[in-house]
């Protein structure tokens, strides 16, 4: 702490006091312009320590340590005690409170602005940091040290020839009955490729499609819509107890015709809520995403979390943020690039593509239904649903990471 004051008292601290020219402080000490004070509360020796200008001006035992918490606790005033006639006339610059017990060291940098850099500071070192003034542990006296033709290895731990060649696989500088014998006793093991830590914005490979994932707060979703098509139906072809699965505008049976169609390169395959709950539309490690999932989603987006079950649309511009920009001109902040797929419904029909998007959750609701999400061209929010007996519907599907 720097204050600029009349020497009048400066800080207290309730109960076991700091102050100046007060209670603790035997040779009253009276600033001329700056000075840079620390107070400490050593509990471990049972002392209060008041420093000037990096200097130990004054030590006082204190009967018992003070508690930091809990009713009755001391409190700390800077300019004046509370309610007393003790303050001071001046300035306050650079505050500062540490939670724990400084050095004399450490007070001596404070005033002289000496700030803590890490690092070694061991000279003999490998790793000897020269800007370093505080050791972090990290010094090493190996790596520096490997005799001339030979250079450290981080990986075997030891210093290895310099010029190795590729067959010189035990480092000795020849290939000889050794490498040859290494060679033998590894012969027929399988070399598998170094694979690159996957992480969320990697694609994600499934039935030999690699499906764009985004990360969107702490949930991490398919980019797209599902693909899966284990079997294919007629919009006519409904059911309330059997998995279906449906690609826009095609009323055939065949897969191979399904996905040449224009309608499924673009928004993918259109599901009924029994093969939600039957099929392995997402891959190990994915799953449909429950209402709940959906909800986390919207709370991310803006949505205020007492407005998350509510039915029917919510969410101001969430459902822009969700739209893609191609097709119905959403903002796709999110990422999520979703897209107007349109569906079925139980008069054996697809409607309204480009006009909306179903998208399905993996949460039941009374009276045979389902809980899903509609986005819609004319509308900027999200909506949140389940109709009477919904499951037959074709909707779309989005996967979440577990």
Not at 14 to 33: A, E, K, M, Y
Not at 63 to 83: I, M
Not at 93 to 98: E, P, R
Not at 257 to 275: D, S
């Amino acid at each position: 702490m720097t204050l600029e004051d009349d020497g009048n008292g400066l800080v207290c601290h309730d109960h076991n006091r700091f102050q100046t020219n007060h209670d603790i402080v035997v040779n009253p000490f009276t600033p001329s312009g700056w000075t840079h004070y620390v107070f400490v509360k050593d509990p471990d020796n049972g002392v209060n320590k008041v420093y000037v200008n990096g200097e130990l001006l004054e030590t006082v035992s204190f009967a018992s340590p003070f508690s930091p918490s809990g009713e009755g606790s001391p409190q700390l005033y800077v300019g004046s005690c509370g309610g007393w006639a003790h303050g001071f006339v001046g300035s306050i610059d650079d505050v500062a409170f540490f939670d724990r017990t400084l050095t004399d060291d450490e007070i001596e940098n404070l005033y002289n602005g000496i700030l803590p850099v890490l690092g070694c500071t061991n000279l003999q070192a490998c790793n000897y940091n020269e800007v370093a003034n505080e050791d972090d542990g990290s010094c090493e006296f190996v790596s520096c040290h490997c005799l001339d033709g030979t250079v450290w290895s981080e990986e075997l731990g030891g210093c290895i020839p310099a010029a190795t060649c590729p067959q010189d696989l035990d480092f000795d500088g020849v290939v000889g009955v050794n490498d040859l014998m290494n060679l033998l006793s590894a012969f027929g093991t399988p070399c598998e490729p170094s694979v690159a830590e996957w992480t969320c914005g990697d694609p994600v490979s499934y039935h030999a499609y690699d499906y764009e994932t985004v990360l969107i707060g702490e949930q991490c979703w398919f980019a797209e819509n599902s693909r899966y098509i284990p079997a294919v139906s007629p919009a006519s072809d409904y059911s309330m107890s059997q998995p279906r699965c449906h690609v826009y505008g095609y009323n055939g049976s065949a897969v191979e015709e399904a996905v040449l169609t224009a309608a499924y390169g673009v928004y993918g395959a259109l599901y009924n809520f029994q093969a939600v709950q039957q099929w392995e539309i997402c891959p190990t490690g994915w799953h449909v995403p429950s209402d709940e999932d959906w909800m986390g989603l919207e709370l991310t987006l803006g949505i205020p979390a007492d407005s998350l079950d509510v039915v029917g649309y919510r969410g101001c511009n969430v459902g822009d943020q969700l739209k893609s920009e191609s097709l119905w001109n959403g903002t796709n902040q999110s990422g999520m690039n979703m897209l107007p797929g349109g569906g079925t419904v139980d008069s054996g029909e697809f409607v309204f593509l480009e006009e909306r998007g179903w998208f399905w959750s993996s949460t039941e609701a009374p009276q045979q239904a389902a809980w899903f999400r509609q986005l819609e061209s004319n509308q900027n929010g999200i909506y949140r649903a389940h109709w009477n007996q919904n499951q037959e519907g074709g909707k779309s599907i989005r996967c979440i990471k577990d």
